[in-house]
């Protein structure tokens, strides 16, 4: 169930409404509670967003083509005969792709890393407030462009690598990366047949000099293993995949064949 009205109220700031002429940003909110889902449609009127809200997942699916016309999905993790992780589960087998944000009061990091594994785009506690909700929302949408810039595209070999999105793929096959791995590989890329030393490799994901492992010299550890995962995953789009070769003692290298 969600809050009281005085509670979002009590977190109510000034409107930041879209630049004139900018449309409003569709939300699809999925709430069985339907005073909590009232409230928050008025809220977010007043920052310049549109919100049709569903009190559960069967009248959601039911209006799928108007859902799909949105710009983001907002779910509460609890919902009548289902939960929102199914819901995300159905709407993806009927190819549906929108950016979902979970919006609870299960703030547990257990549920948090359940929703991120399966694919939403942020998860956020009721209890933070409208403020905080809708700098969230606009982080995941943050403008409208009317013509999208295509995008600069890397290619080395059979590597293709894409730094606006985060995005790399091997001989036309998408690689599944997380954000810090594709640091990690783009690090390397851009030192093409250079050795990159175990500590570069990990600042590049915290900052320099940061500090992790056990031991002075235990962040190694922790470069081997995503160097491994990343392996892996390349691995299992091609199993001929030696691009990533080891330096003993040192880090690591792009190989230039």
């Known amino acids: ?93 009927r ?10 009061n299960r703030s547990l990091i257990s549920y948090e890393s359940l929703a991120l594994k399966h694919g939403a785009v942020d998860f956020i506690d009721k209890a933070r407030g409208i403020a905080i909700l809708v700098h969230r929302l606009r ?13 600069a595209l890397l290619q080395v070999g059979k590597l293709s690598l894409r730094p606006r999105s985060s995005r790399v793929s091997w001989n036309d096959v998408d690689v599944e ?22 500590r570069e490799i990990y600042d590049c994901l915290h900052y320099r ?11 190694r550890c922790n470069v081997r293993s995503a160097i491994k995962r990343i392996r892996q995953k390349f691995e299992a789009c091609d199993p001929e995949f030696r691009a990533i070769e080891n330096y003993p003692s040192f880090g690591y290298i792009w190989s230039r064949g």
């Open 1 to 93: 169930m969600g809050q009281t009205a005085d509670t979002l109220t009590s977190f109510a700031t000034e409107p930041s409404l879209p630049p004139v002429g900018e449309p409003p940003i569709r939300l699809v909110v999925v709430d069985d509670d339907g005073h909590y889902c009232e409230l928050l449609s008025n809220e977010l009127a007043e920052h310049g967003f549109s919100v049709e809200a569903f009190p559960d997942a069967q009248s959601m699916l039911e209006a799928i083509d108007s859902v799909a016309a949105a710009d983001l999905i907002v779910l509460n993790w609890h919902l009548p005969r289902t939960n929102g992780i199914e819901l995300m589960r159905q709407l993806k087998r």
């Open 209 to 219: 000099g940061f500090i992790a492992g056990s031991g002075e010299n235990g962040y």
């Open 177 to 198: 990366l997380t954000f810090g791995e594709f640091r990690i590989v783009n690090l390397l890329v851009s030192k093409l047949g250079q050795h990159v030393s175990y």
């Open 95 to 104: 190819g549906l792709t929108l950016p979902i944000v979970f919006l609870t």
């Open 139 to 151: 982080l995941v949408i943050p403008t409208k462009a009317p013509e999208p810039r295509r995008e």
